[in-house]
């Protein structure tokens, strides 16, 4: 996060007059130093040090420090808190003031920075599976040009990106907020400066109140979004302003009396805050709406430590004040900057992550960011200052014209090996013509064919990230708060059948649209993305989602009722625990769920096929292609078996178990696993795109087998 001059109230001559003197060869004066050491706030510091550590050890050990991701939020008061008194000492007052404002937040953040972007870059290709490639190097383009918030949360709402493997940057979202907000900050303070002389109002006043107003409509802004919307709100500029303004709110507010000195009263502010701040970090979860509300007790807390300001003593700002701290707090940036790609890159080199693995992390990071502090952060920015042909704003230029460049040079790499379409049709012939139309996809496992290994292999694993159902490209779905009421027709038979359910309904479509053009139907889509219909309340992040999906449940019934179809064929994948349940425990409650909805789904007794939920790989690995793709011997490593990849299927429970003559259910799971096996590639092809929806080409190999098992459901068809 932000390093700066850590003063509460910023020495004018270290950024002002210091300059100048190393351009003349000279050391800085000693007054300048004795401001620095008087103005020296090692509480501030020691934020730093609690901040870095509660999102190191959370990305360790995250079981052990369940809400250790809350020292983002303490980095972003500091943040607004340091740079809002530098901008109050001095506030711009022309253009040039704020673009001298941005060089010195280039030369201070961007050298560390743009070295670690190189380093992952240059990791990638090296050590990460072809199948990442292109995600990591555009989140690498997205960091360089400080925008990988916003590209995170473009993703956030994908229920398909879910399974894809955590980047090696994913970090740099919170850098691109603090880098959106340096943009505009001081171009805020100067308005509000300005907006004080023409108001003729004291200048701390309008400012005071300017960051107020920042500060509540973000909050608010931040909690609606977070009720809505949480994975797009969590990354947010706009939820995360109110964080960086309060810090900068802290900055225009009065320092504390001397008599709630006296009274060690802000020594009591400080612990108040401080232990705001470690109640946060270990006992928020993951399952903590966050940020809304949930923001406020580490901001508050962060906030209330540096407005204290308290003296040594009772107070916490000796321990905050200890050497280790003091380190800590130095090495604050590189060590955040550090730790997270040495943690996504050494699995692919050892595996999963030991004890001493972790330790060796932990080591490596501080290394690397003692190395970085020295001879790149203070080093690097000190030959910004006195270099007259390498300016900051060349080495901005440069910098992310370089890694922009070999960003979009690995993304091309990675791209080509996405076959789709017409070049994905020609190789699935070739391997077809060679290993047998009966050997090959899901027609192995019921010929028991001897050639079932990894070579050939169709899709490739990169390829096979793309391979999906027609349903996406015509974009079938509902959207991610089911309002939407989309609807796709495949076929032009006299015969018509509804297609509903989530994603693991859609994944069918290749084999059922084939099926309509031989049979003469007309499929007819109702699907939604994560949102199985059901008459149970869904455990979403938002009650809106909840609400939405059930709505979304009934209109699929009022649009199939009244024997407007031949035939209605279902399937769900139950990725979401029924509303005050957990996913372990929730079973009999979906079972219900489903049973009541099939109940009412009687659709002047049109019949009902509902098809097996299909194995579930994300049991035990994060991604298929991905494991494909980075292993030696991808069937021992990709491969699970029946027992450790059953799927969780409280609807085909349901169907079996009411007694509903027109509901009948049919298995695909021979064609998954035999006795003891589910092979990571079936037949020459790769089953899975991620780790749970099937390909189309996997899917295509089952026509026949699906074509079968639905006329022997429904013989009268």
């Known amino acids: 996060m932000i390093q700066d001059t850590n003063t509460a109230a910023p020495a004018v001559g270290r950024h002002f007059a210091a300059p100048s003197r190393f351009k003349q060869g000279l050391a800085p004066r000693k007054s300048d130093a004795g401001t620095k050491a008087k103005n020296f706030r090692g509480d501030i510091q020691g934020l730093r040090a609690i901040a870095v550590s509660l999102v190191v050890i959370y990305h360790l050990w995250p079981q052990r420090l369940t809400g250790g991701f809350i020292g983002v939020d303490v980095f972003f008061v500091i943040s607004g808190f340091l740079i809002t008194s530098h901008l109050l000492k001095r506030p711009p007052t022309s253009f040039a003031d704020v673009v001298t404002f941005w060089v010195r937040r280039i030369k201070r953040l961007l050298p560390a920075s743009f070295l670690v972007l190189a380093a992952s870059l240059a990791a990638i290709p090296l050590l990460a599976p072809a199948t990442v490639w292109k995600e990591w190097a555009t989140q690498i383009v997205a960091a360089t040009f400080y ?7 473009s993703t956030s709402v994908d229920y ?11 970090h740099f979202w919170s850098l691109s907020v603090e880098e959106q907000f340096y943009l505009f900050w001081p171009i805020i303070i100067a308005a509000l400066v300005a907006l004080a002389v023409v108001l003729r109002k004291k200048r701390m006043l309008v400012v005071t109140a300017g960051i107020g107003l920042i500060v509540v409509v973000s909050l608010v802004y931040s909690v609606a979004l977070t009720n809505s919307e949480p994975g797009i709100a969590y990354f947010s500029t706009f939820t995360r302003a109110w964080e960086l303004a309060i810090g900068g709110l802290v900055a225009t507010l009065p320092a504390l009396s001397p008599l709630v000195r006296r009274w060690k009263l802000d020594a009591i502010l400080a ?18 709406v966050f940020p809304g509300y949930a923001a406020a007790l580490p901001v508050v807390g962060t906030a209330l430590v540096i407005w204290a300001n308290a003296s040594r003593g009772v107070s916490p700002t000796g321990l905050l004040s200890h050497p280790v701290a003091r380190f800590l707090g130095d090495h604050s940036y590189s060590i955040y900057l550090w730790h997270w790609p040495l943690l996504v890159f050494l699995p692919f080199v050892s595996g999963e992550l030991g004890m001493l693995d972790k330790a060796g992390v932990v080591l490596a990071t501080i290394l690397l960011a003692m190395l970085t502090k020295r001879y790149v952060e203070d080093r690097f920015r000190l030959h910004l200052d006195t270099s007259k042909v390498l300016t900051g704003g060349r080495f901005l230029i440069v910098g992310t014209l370089i890694l922009g460049l070999l960003g979009a040079a690995l993304i091309n790499v990675g791209s080509k090996g996405e076959e789709t379409g ?26 028991s064919c001897t050639n079932t290994g990894s070579t050939p292999m169709v899709p490739t694993p990169a390829a096979a990230k793309n391979d999906k159902s027609q349903a996406y490209a015509d974009k079938c779905w509902s959207g991610d708060d089911f309002k939407g009421r989309p609807t796709c027709t495949y076929g032009t038979g006299e015969t018509k059948v509804a297609l509903t359910g989530n994603s693991h309904a859609g994944q069918w479509l290749p084999a059922l649209a084939k099926i309509a053009d031989e049979r003469g139907w007309t499929i007819t889509t109702y699907l939604a993305s994560n949102c199985a219909p059901t008459s149970a309340p869904a ?19 009022e649009q199939t009722a009244d024997g407007k179809y031949d035939l209605i064929i279902t399937s769900n994948r139950q990725s979401k625990a029924v509303k005050g349940f957990t996913i372990e425990n929730t079973e009999r409650a979906a079972v219900a769920g489903y049973a009541s909805y099939l109940t009412a789904w009687k659709s002047a007794e049109t019949p009902i096929v509902v098809i097996r939920d299909t194995p579930f790989p994300g049991n035990t690995l994060k991604n298929v292609p991905d494991c494909l793709a980075g292993s030696s011997d991808p069937l021992k490593d990709c491969s699970g078996n029946p027992t450790s990849w059953k799927s969780l299927d409280p609807l085909t429970t349901a169907a079996q178990d009411e007694n509903l003559p027109y509901v009948k259910t049919i298995d695909m799971t021979e064609f998954f696993c035999d006795t003891n096996s589910c092979p990571a590639v079936i037949g020459s092809v790769v089953p899975y795109f991620d780790a749970s929806h099937i390909t189309a080409t996997f899917a295509s190999t089952l026509t026949p087998a699906l074509e079968k098992k639905i006329y022997e459901a429904v013989p009268s068809l």
């Open 147 to 153: 925008v990988q918030n916003w590209r995170l949360a």
């Open 160 to 170: 398909l990106a879910a399974d894809n493997a955590t980047s090696a940057v994913q």
């Open 271 to 288: 612990w108040v805050g401080l232990l705001a701040v470690l109640y946060a970090g270990f006992t928020f979860t993951g399952a903590t």
């Open 422 to 447: 017409d070049k994905l049709a020609q190789e699935v012939q070739s391997v077809q013509k060679q290993v047998g139309i009966d050997c090959f996809g899901g027609p192995a496992m019921e010929n």
């Open 539 to 557: 455990d979403y992040d938002s009650d809106i989602k909840t609400e939405g999906c059930l709505d979304y449940g009934r209109w699929v019934q």
